[in-house]
């Protein structure tokens, strides 16, 4: 019952937020649209705002979940999703939309809802699980993708048949829905309230060895993460494929997303989750350089799109169980709470950076900025960003074992 309440809050949380490229083009396209003449820049930005912010609260759950248990947060972040959600459907304006669906959607309703959602939600498999702990994680976090697997198609036929302040609306309701069940189910084991701390900022955490070198590469897999999965749909577009095959390699992308984190959570089990967090990242960075760099169709794209999806998302599945390695169970949650402020930061400058390197390529090649040429730069940044956090890793994994065959 844990594990399925952490997995309708990742769907209803971060697989919402996932589908915002949904809603951006909407804006840039529809007649009826009140941003048509807003740059894709600034709505990328607003997007960017809504996933990055969402782990700035995340030490404030840790004081709620100390005063009043683990179903307060979740049930006031839910709450908030929901007010986020409606005011966002009543937006007309640029800084009207950016306050809403950006910074109250990201920072103080749908990414505070998710601050204080979803990240005590998803460390509870971890106090009920020890054996299969990667496992219940992998499987409570592959609600994020199959969220944004189910919730884009049914949004795209909502806006195209009444609104987008209609499809807002719908997802605010189903929040609702989903997130009282949520809260029904979800239940913290009596032992975890005793030996796990919650305290807003224990910074007694960082002076444990390797935990230094794990929030680097938080911040760094981050930034490898979302900017493909926010130039996967443009690049499609510039090699000649059309907008439904682009929006269908990266649906492809996402559904084999949610499988790669059931079997990384498998895989960590057997193995340890520093093993499998240092081979599936430097493999995510191998697929971008030998597979996306000379995609020129639809069936490289989605080959890339399968492999990508399947080992590019061992983070979320494995944060939890990964820190409480390093740091042990007892200062779990403080721990997780400062791991996720390395997050912010990556989504909200995504998307400037990506489209700085494609302009910057354009011009050194006297080229058009659509094309697939100009991605060049972009694609061998999306592959040495994780390659380089997965190296950051390798002293961490060094300290419990310099055998290369042992469970870490």
């Known amino acids: 019952m844990t594990v399925a309440a952490a997995w309708l ?23 009826s649209s009140s941003f048509r003449n807003v740059s894709v820049l600034k709505l990328g930005f607003v997007g960017g705002c809504a996933m990055g912010f969402g782990f700035s609260f995340g030490p404030l759950s840790n004081v709620l979940v100390l005063k009043f248990g683990i179903r307060a947060p979740i049930a006031l972040g839910i709450l908030l999703i929901v007010i986020s959600f409606e005011l966002a459907s009543i937006s007309h304006k640029y800084w ?5 669906q950006g910074i109250l959607f990201g920072l103080i309703n749908h990414r505070l809802g998710i ?5 005590p939600s998803i460390a ?3 106090q009920w699980f020890k054996k299969r702990r990667s496992l219940a994680s992998g499987i409570a976090s592959s609600g994020t993708s199959i969220g944004a697997v189910v919730l884009s198609p049914v949004c795209q036929v909502l806006i195209d048949r009444t609104s987008v302040q209609w499809a807002l609306r719908f997802l605010g309701f189903l929040a609702l829905i989903v997130g009282i069940l949520a809260t029904l189910l979800v239940r913290q084991r009596g032992v975890a309230e005793k030996h796990i701390q919650y305290r807003i900022f224990d910074l007694s955490v960082l002076r444990i060895p390797g935990f230094a070198l794990y929030l680097a590469f938080c911040f760094l897999q981050f930034f490898g993460f979302v900017t493909p999965l926010f130039f996967i749909p443009s690049y499609c577009t510039v090699i000649g494929l059309s907008a439904t095959t682009a929006s269908g390699v990266l649906s492809v992308t996402t559904a084999l997303n949610a499988v790669g984190r059931i079997i990384a959570g498998f895989m960590a089990d057997r193995v340890g989750p520093l093993n499998v967090l240092i081979v599936l990242y430097v493999l995510t960075g191998l697929m971008c350089i030998f597979i996306w760099l000379f995609a020129n169709s639809v069936g490289v794209m989605m080959a890339f799109g399968i492999l990508w999806g399947l080992f590019s998302g061992p983070y979320w599945p494995l944060a939890v169980p990964t820190t409480a390695k390093i740091v042990g169970m007892e200062k779990l949650g403080s721990a997780v709470a400062i791991q996720f402020l390395m997050n912010i930061i990556p989504p909200i400058f ?20 659509e094309s697939g040429k100009a991605y060049r730069f972009l694609i061998i940044w999306c592959a040495l960003v994780p390659i380089l956090a997965a190296t950051l890793l390798v002293p961490v994994r060094l300290r419990f074992s310099k055998r290369l065959w042992v469970k870490v």
């Open 9 to 31: 809050v990742s769907f209803v949380g971060f697989g919402v937020a996932t589908i915002w490229g949904v809603f951006q083009d909407a804006y840039a396209s529809q007649s």
């Open 350 to 369: 995504a998307v400037p950076i990506g489209s700085r390197l494609i302009a910057e390529t354009a011009a050194m090649y006297q080229i058009p900025e």
């Open 96 to 100: 009207e939309l950016f306050l809403s």
């Open 124 to 126: 509870l498999p971890s």
């Open 115 to 119: 601050s204080l959602s979803w990240i």
